[in-house]
């Protein structure tokens, strides 16, 4: 991409040839001989560079002066400083203040370039480290082998290559914005920002000056839509923006460009918007709280995420990646989870979601069992988890096993025993029968000795009915 690189000097002689030298380089440029003219530009574009005159006649600020407000507003915008009366002290000043370089005028034109060479490629390095250590630090990974997360996987592996907008649905905690980051990640934008604005978090006037920006008071602040150009930005929770900002929304899905709030230069940008609701966006429509024609923009491509209680195979991947990561982000030995606990997972039903189960791996890692590295045990659990575990694997008999004939009190334990296990397992009955070590076609046998109906679902197994007084239904069950 061209670089665009602001002159600013008082004479118009050394701005033409700086701007000829530039221009023959291939390098886009502007050219302010003043401090109003340097504001007035810079309100309406972020420039590559700037190249800076330290003395300017006619000027409320010098370029010291200038210099400061410039990196106040763009610290990442380098500016190479050069003047033909300066001192050891100015220039030892100026790069304090920030300043990339300092220049003596008359300077050789070699000299010039080189220097304006090595400030757009160190820019370069810091936007590219900023941008890497945000992608290290965000949570990418998409976990999981149920084949509800396997059809979300595919959808977004489709998708990620396009420029459609897409909307994310699915309740709070299942994971929207690491959803949204794969995507990305996996799209052509991947080496440009990926910018996330919470409509939930501000009332209208503070979301608009996040989402367009403002040139307000003397004062340039960049929103999240000029900082995304190029790559893309998550509406979280769009169905919290209010009526007002929903209409100009809309014109920036049209054609891509607004203005700052107080600003009347129209603003180009190129952006991927993706949204996410954990709303009923239909309902809102109705209720007269969101706008139909932004629903249908935004909803191009949608996607839905499984709620965790929906997915129930990924939870011993879930849990094991949450207690590994916490492990080396904290530096404390690993730690493993009991059968009986596990069981106490798969039997809960998550209303918090997978945001829910990665906060409680991190309590169990903390404040579980005390000996070190210690699998976590079903006693380490809250009580609302620990009372998921099926009667049968505590030994909590709802019968009285001394009164009955061995005959009756195994028949009993058994039900008890393998409708826990089903239960455990999600109702499948090839993992069921693979755990308990019996053949699959003889716990079918098995089960229909005791009066337990199944129904084929799968290549994988069969799906057992669950009790009707099971809290967490998985399964259904009849007898």
Known sequence: MTADILIVD?????????????????????????????????????FSLV?????????????????????????????????????????????????????????????????????????????ENAFLRQQHDAPTNMIGKSQPFQLLLQMVDKVASTN????????????????????????????????ILNCAAFDVDRIEEELFGSDIDGKNIIGVLERADGGTLLLDEVGDLPMETQAKILRVLQDQTFTHLGGISQIKVDVRIIASTSRNLEEKIEEGKFREDLYYRLNVVPLVIPPLRDRKDDIPLLINHFMNLHAKQSNIPERTVSEGAMSAFIGYSWPGNVRQLKNLVEWMMILGSSQSGAPIQASDLPPEIAGTIHAALKGDWKTDMIALPLREAREVFEREYLLAQINRFGGNISRTAQFIGMERSALHRKLKSLHISTSERDEQGDVVDSPDDYNDKPVKISA
């Open 10 to 46: 008082d004479e118009a002689d050394i701005r033409n040839l700086i701007d000829g030298i530039l221009d023959d380089e291939g390098y886009k440029t502007a050219q302010a001989e003043n401090a109003e003219q340097v504001f007035e530009l810079i309100k309406h574009k972020k």
């Open 51 to 127: 190249i800076l005159d330290i003395w300017l006649q006619n000027s409320e600020y010098d370029g010291l002066g200038i210099l400061e407000r410039i990196k106040s507003t763009y610290p990442d915008v380098p500016v190479i400083m050069i003047s033909g009366h300066g001192t050891i002290e100015t220039a030892v000043k100026a790069i304090r203040m920030g300043a990339y370089e300092f220049i003596e005028k008359p300077f050789k034109t070699d000299r010039l370039l080189l220097m304006v060479a090595r400030a757009l490629e160190a820019a370069s390095l810091k936007r």
């Open 164 to 195: 459609s907008r897409i909307l994310i649905s699915g309740p709070a905690g299942v994971g929207k914005e690491i959803v949204a980051r794969a995507i990305h990640s996996k799209s052509a934008r991947a080496s440009h920002p990926f910018m």
